[in-house]
């Protein structure tokens, strides 16, 4: 196996990131180099470049997932970004796939599922 695809976890409430951080990180094919709490925090962290997969909140304070999501891409033209949200699919979804998401996933989907579709994104970083 290669090096681990390196993900940036972005949510706002502290208690659902520590138990993402904790899942993914069970995983041997990921490492979560930081988890943040706002969209500001991920668009300045000093380690952007080297994020193949950012987990984004859809609902952050301030400026938004979808908003954040274009301006990661522009910063980090390889970087995947999956959108996490807790309504379902909906106009959101729309938005966040226009936004430039790879993905737009339910915070309610099976465990193994995030996982898989932060690898699958990751994978597809890589080969570029």
Do not use: W
């Amino acid at each position: 196996m290669g090096d681990p695809i390196r993900v940036l976890l972005v949510e706002d409430h502290r208690g659902f990131r520590l138990v993402l951080r904790a899942l993914l990180e069970s995983d041997e094919r990921l490492v979560v180099i930081d988890d943040v709490g706002s969209a500001g925090e991920a668009l300045s962290h000093p380690l952007l470049d080297d994020v193949d997969v950012a987990l984004v909140d859809i609902g952050l304070p301030g400026t938004s997932g979808i908003d954040a999501t274009k301006r990661l891409r522009i910063l980090n033209p390889h970087l995947r970004v999956l959108i996490m949200s807790g309504s379902g699919f909906d106009r959101a979804s729309d938005d966040a796939l226009a936004a430039g998401a790879d993905a737009y996933l339910e915070k309610g989907a099976l465990h193994q599922d995030l996982i898989d579709a932060i690898v699958d994104a990751g994978q597809r970083t890589r080969a570029l």
